[in-house]
């Protein structure tokens, strides 16, 4: 087939008729005789739902690239075909064996499937500049998850993935919970998959929780318990998960589906590796909460707080269990109105930072207390009192904007932020520029 792949592993729609499109008109036209294709229109929209192509020989993917064999893809022919009434378009095509005959595994057709049948975008790299979201779902490189690496045991499609095939739906929370049960998900087709989000708001960015186990064909997950998601449907599918994004990175731009990382590494943006034991909840690294407070934190991602709290998040097991919120932020002078008050005191980094005019300063206290949050300078001088008075439990906010009397203008360099209360003595650093 050296002539459909014309040197481009069969992919230039401008080179048609030298590509894939046309081996599959081919194909078609070649099979009519045999197959009734009235009998392949499933929901009655006069359209089959697709065809599935095996070409001899191995696959691209496999060769390393090689712009002679043909690479695995989902595509459509050059027009819809009219075959028994119905119309022929769509189609998948992947290698007969991977090295040898008899070799081939599983994971490159159920991939292709996910794109054929359920219309789900690809949601690894494809410019390879990093790893996506890496073995933990079926449309990125879960796809080769199972001995040795060739797909014998592919990974499970991802919370997003499967909601979007329509196999369960979220369950969206919209107030806090104790000790939430989760239930692993390839176990429980409803209720397993929890979405999260400012007050349970709707709309196109959230976060969607699940609790992964190595069982079945997840046996070769890198490891197992809970995976918080960050979408953001806003991203072209088109875009999927081409542009990383992750703390210092230059470019513009977010995955589609992001996998928040326990470890805070994000070694899936930076291309270090394809997933690990670290990056469930608790994980190799016993992380067992995940707030605005929290590396990695559960801002959107305008660096904006979303009020999404999981702490207390159980060892990973068939049933987990985690406290959730969705609305837990205070002002410092209001009453309680947190749904879910923190299970320690906490100071989180202020936001932005380095900051100018003004930045944002966090704190958690769980019980109610005296506190106090002061400003120090590098020679520990006190430049401002923030706080002072006593504060109920929950997660309290304060906004600085550092100024000298009559409106004059502050510093720039390093000041350093400090929280007392209930004999607990906290201290972050930040830096204002101008």
Known sequence: YAYYCNGENGLNYSSYPKNSQKLTEDIINLIDHVVDF??????SDVYVEGVVIVHTG???????GDVNYIWSHKWNTRSPMLKDGKYV????IQPEYWGSPGDITLGVFVHELGHLLFGLP???DTDYSSKGIGKWSLMAG???NGPGGMGGSPAHFDAWSRIQCGFTTANN???SATAQAIPDVETNSSGAILRLWSNGALGNEYFLIENRLKTGYDTYLPSEGLLIWHIDESVSTSTGNDNEWYPGHSATGHYLVALEQADNLFALEKNLGS???????PGSFSRTSFSGLTSPSSNDYLGTGTLVAVSNISAAGATMTADLSVSLVLDVNDDVQAEAVPSDFELGQNFPNPFNPETRICF???KRSHAILTVFNVLGEQVDELVNGELPAGTHEVTWKPEIGSGQSYPSGVNFYRLVADEITLTRKMLLIK
Do not use: Q, R, V
């Open 38 to 43: 009235a009998n392949y229109d499933n929901n």
């Open 58 to 64: 191995p696959g691209a993917e496999y060769k390393g």
């Open 89 to 92: 378009f769509e189609y998948s």
């Open 122 to 124: 690809d949601l690894y």
């Open 142 to 144: 879960g796809s080769w």
């Open 173 to 175: 929370i919209t107030s």
């Open 275 to 281: 997933g690990d034991a670290s990056d469930p909840f």
């Open 364 to 366: 958690d206290l769980p």
